[in-house]
């Protein structure tokens, strides 16, 4: 789950603040953040493109979501989704693209949302993360863990931990060296607050080693 509130944004000075912050505060993390490389962020700063790749993306592999993506895009001369020209392009044409019925639909309301619905307006960025994950998951196919990576990935938010995570709660387990109840997880994540989403960049990658 996340804070109430945060305004701090990730970008690289936080970054290495919080690096350095985590290292120093929390022993067990630290030994496994020495045997990763590095991290860094890529903000998605257009709100709705993020959402839609974040519906493509939902439970397919990595590289079967940037195949499918990627014919979506194509559907939009600058590359670049609109809502309101993807609410003119038919269900058959999203289709084809490999995005399956469930995610055709998805995708639809998401434009609808937009377009004749309240989130075009909101402005998201001033929101508390509570009230843009209230927000996001009234719309069909945005759940809690698509509102936490939209607020990490999108929005920089730099204390979010995504406890619906499997990475991540894998990555926590294994610097525990012990099986954890999610809401175990999510207390243990608490430690790591106010750079919660700092450790979960390295936790993502902790979990490949």
């Known amino acids: 789950m996340v804070k109430k509130t945060n305004r701090f944004e990730l970008n690289l000075e936080t970054l290495k603040e ?3 912050w985590l290292l120093k505060s929390d022993p067990k993390l630290a030994r496994w953040m020495k045997k990763v490389e590095g991290i ?4 998605k700063s257009y709100q709705f493109g993020a959402l839609c790749q974040s519906i493509v993306s939902q439970q397919i592999s990595a590289q079967a979501a940037k195949t499918i993506y990627g014919r979506f895009l194509e559907m939009f001369p600058d590359g670049k989704p609109d809502p309101l020209r993807l609410g003119r392009v038919t269900e058959n044409k999203l289709k084809s693209c490999g995005l399956s019925k469930q995610k055709t639909s998805y995708l639809k309301s998401l434009a609808h949302e937009y377009v004749k619905g309240d989130l075009g307006s909101k402005k998201l960025g001033s929101m508390s993360e509570d009230e843009v994950i209230q927000h996001l998951t009234k719309v069909k196919g945005i ?3 698509t509102a936490e990576m939209f607020l990490i990935f999108s929005l920089g938010r730099i204390d979010v931990f995504s406890v619906g995570d499997l990475a991540l709660r894998s990555a926590v387990e294994k610097i525990e060296n012990k099986k954890m109840a999610p809401r175990a997880i ?5 430690a790591w607050s106010p750079y919660r989403s700092v450790a979960s960049l390295y936790l993502w990658k902790i979990s490949q080693l």
């Open 186 to 190: 999510e207390i243990r994540a608490q």
């Open 143 to 145: 759940g809690v863990w």
């Open 18 to 20: 919080g690096e350095k």
């Open 40 to 43: 860094s962020l890529r903000r």
